[in-house]
């Protein structure tokens, strides 16, 4: 069974560039989380999806980021315009269903490079 | 809000030591708690998990992990480590399942020959 899917694994931009990032979750599993994680840091929750609804969205900058889980299965995280500070690990995750076991599925990560 | 504490960013053992990771939970339920790995320029892979079943909690490649509820901790242990264990080990919390997993700042472990 294919794990979750995410690309791309590398971006290198300029500030105020856009930048999108795109995943692909487990079969079946209908929620997905888009997590980000610093350098030496923990994932902190950016969003949370059920099917094709955000249900967490608390924590996405929203004067720059956006996301969207078209037909509840792919999803794409853009940001626009990129800041310096958004140099990070992007990590994409699915579970089968939400509060069930609690188990995540990650993806490898988008690495991004903000120059 | 629920929150897990790491104690030790890196912790460095020789090759066949005991491993020992800390993690102290903070929740206003019962949690449910978590241990992935990280592996460089990879995803976290799920190590072990408590879901208030068994407090000993036996997970992959040789790792269990104790629930202490009176201690608020989940501590992680190898009895012997080995090479390939070197990686970022990251400790995390949900509130019985109900709520997006929190994770802990993580602790590198450092396997030496």
């Known amino acids: 069974e294919a794990g979750v899917v995410q690309s791309p694994r590398y971006k290198i931009i300029e500030k105020k560039q856009p930048v999108a990032f795109w995943c692909n979750p487990i079969s079946g599993h209908n929620t997905l989380y888009w997590y980000l994680q610093n350098l030496g840091q923990g994932p902190e929750l950016l969003i949370r999806y059920e099917n094709e609804e955000a249900v967490d969205d608390s924590q996405l900058p929203k004067d720059r980021f956006s996301a969207e889980r078209l037909k509840g299965v792919d999803s794409t995280l853009k940001i626009q315009p990129a800041e310096l500070g958004d140099s990070a690990v992007y990590l994409c995750a699915s579970s089968l269903e939400f509060g069930v076991t609690g188990e995540l599925f990650f993806g490898e990560g988008s690495r991004l490079t903000v120059l | 809000a629920q929150s897990v504490t790491q104690l030790g960013s890196h912790v460095s053992v020789s090759e066949g030591a005991l491993v020992l990771l800390r993690c102290n939970y903070s929740?206003?339920?019962?949690?449910?708690l978590f241990w992935y790995v990280q592996y460089p320029n990879q995803g976290l892979q799920l190590l072990l998990k408590?879901?208030?079943?068994?407090?000993l909690v036996k997970g992959i490649n040789g790792f269990e992990a104790e629930f202490k509820k009176s201690e608020t901790s989940f501590h992680l242990t190898k009895p012997s480590a080995h090479m390939s264990d070197a990686a970022e080990y990251f400790c995390a919390v949900s509130d019985m399942g109900n709520t997006p997993l929190v994770f802990g700042k993580g602790t590198r472990l450092s396997v030496i020959a």
């Open positions: 408590y879901t208030s079943a068994a407090t």
């Open positions: 929740s206003s339920v019962p949690p449910y």
